[in-house]
């Protein structure tokens, strides 16, 4: 596994839990907005028995470990870590694109994940033009279903920005995900990181987005703006 950084503690990757963040370099997209563009090609890269010595030395301290990206379930590996992990009896988050419904099923199956947030970029339509990539949608409607038939803890989410998320696609989505969970609304925020550029895209005013999520809140157990 290609992990090239470790938050040591978070208290906002994983809902109501403190956590250890494991960053995977690398993605199969390049979406202009994304806020991690240092690490797709990053080269630093830090030893997996370190991460998991440091894992066990802190149990007193950490209770979960999410593991984000950069997309993990490029990696057939993500299944051994994840493993490993698990059986130092820490409870697992994973942030995926859905790409890989497969990896997905099978985690879910064997039990070794606890949590699951899941980006949903826009509508099906429009999936290539958001992320700058071929995309199988079939695979991303797969993932959504894997997810929503788990018996586990998710979200789905949407990084809503002026340029490149309309009103109509949020609506879009919320139809597509009726019956979900958790469906999250994140507003996008500008800084060094952003792949495409600073000051190149902008968020949505607030006002906006209680208005959109006042139209489909009553398609999820829990809609919130972040």
């Known amino acids: 596994?290609?992990?090239?950084?470790?938050?040591?503690?978070?208290?906002?990757?994983?809902?109501?839990?403190?956590?250890?963040?494991?960053?995977?370099?690398?993605?199969?997209?390049?979406?202009?907005?994304?806020?991690?563009?240092?690490?797709?090609?990053?080269?630093?890269?830090?030893?997996?028995?370190?991460?998991?010595?440091?894992?066990?030395?802190?149990?007193?301290?950490?209770?979960?470990?999410?593991?984000?990206?950069?997309?993990?379930?490029?990696?057939?590996e993500l299944y051994t870590l994840i493993s490993k992990i698990k059986n130092k009896n820490f409870y697992v988050k994973l942030d995926t694109n859905g790409t890989n419904p497969d990896m997905l099923n099978r985690l879910v199956q064997d039990n070794l994940i606890d949590y699951i947030a899941m980006d949903i970029k826009t509508s099906f339509s429009e999936y290539n033009k958001v992320t700058n990539s071929l995309v199988d949608i079939n695979k991303i409607k797969k993932s959504i279903k894997v997810i929503k038939n788990s018996n586990i803890d998710y979200e789905f989410r949407t990084t809503v920005c002026k340029e490149l998320i309309s009103e109509y696609n949020i609506l879009d989505i919320a139809k597509h995900l009726n019956g979900s969970q958790k469906y999250i609304l994140q507003n996008f925020r500008d800084g060094d990181t952003i792949l495409g550029g600073i000051n190149k895209y902008h968020s949505y005013k607030l006002e906006k987005l209680q208005e959109i999520k006042c139209i489909i809140e009553n398609s999820f157990d829990v809609c919130i703006i972040r």
């Open 1 to 76: 596994m290609d992990i090239c950084e470790m938050e040591k503690s978070s208290f906002i990757d994983y809902p109501n839990k403190i956590s250890t963040v494991l960053f995977i370099k690398g993605c199969n997209f390049r979406c202009p907005y994304c806020h991690n563009s240092h690490i797709l090609n990053s080269k630093e890269s830090i030893d997996e028995t370190y991460i998991l010595t440091f894992l066990e030395n802190r149990k007193k301290y950490i209770e979960a470990v999410t593991i984000t990206g950069g997309e993990p379930t490029l990696y057939n």
